[in-house]
């Protein structure tokens, strides 16, 4: 947890400092959202991400984060988002997210995990960007259940494929207006 605050701090940092290049851009997010599959756990997640702006419009990049459902997931993701106008002071844009939530508990594993968006920036007078995402998320995960009565004990993986209606907000820095 540790190594994650310290990452998280050097990649606010950097974006500070990347604004004379204006070619990375570093973001992060808070979200939570609707679970809308059996069993329903509504989430919580912590996203950063560092991108490479191609032009005002269109940037790629990697992230991660810490998703917490029933369990906790630390995803490692690539993104792209497309900002439709770069020069106004709101920026609507879509974004998608694809990769792999890896398990921090030891009787659960991870999966794959998609997750496209639209949403508005909000350009701030120093270069940074408030945002504002709502999308969907797919997140599959498996976790060891346990069952014991008086007559026998029994161990078995159950699978679970979350669909949450997600609501993400956070700020970008570095990116070109």
């Known amino acids: 947890m540790r190594t994650i605050l310290f990452a998280a701090l050097m990649l606010i940092a950097t974006g500070l400092c990347a604004q004379e290049t204006r070619r990375m851009s570093y973001m992060t997010s808070l979200g939570t959202g609707v679970d809308m599959s059996r069993p329903s756990h509504t989430p919580f997640e912590w996203q950063m991400a560092a991108c490479y702006n191609f032009n005002g419009r269109l940037s790629a990049g990697v992230g991660t984060g810490i998703t917490v459902y029933e369990k ?5 993701f690539a993104r792209v988002r497309y900002c439709f106008s770069d020069t106004r002071r709101l920026s609507p844009f879509v974004e998608g997210q694809v990769g ?5 508990a030891s009787d659960a594993n991870g999966g794959f995990m998609v997750n496209p968006a639209a949403g508005v920036a909000y350009n701030l007078l120093c270069g940074a960007k408030l945002f504002l995402a709502v999308g969907y998320e797919g997140q599959r995960l498996e976790r060891l259940r346990k069952f014991q009565n008086d007559i026998i ?13 997600a609501v993400r907000v956070g700020v970008e820095f570095g990116r070109r207006r």
């Open 72 to 76: 906790a997931l630390c995803p490692l």
């Open 153 to 165: 004990s029994a161990e078995f993986a159950e699978e679970l494929n979350h669909s949450v209606i």
């Open 100 to 104: 792999y939530g890896i398990a921090l």
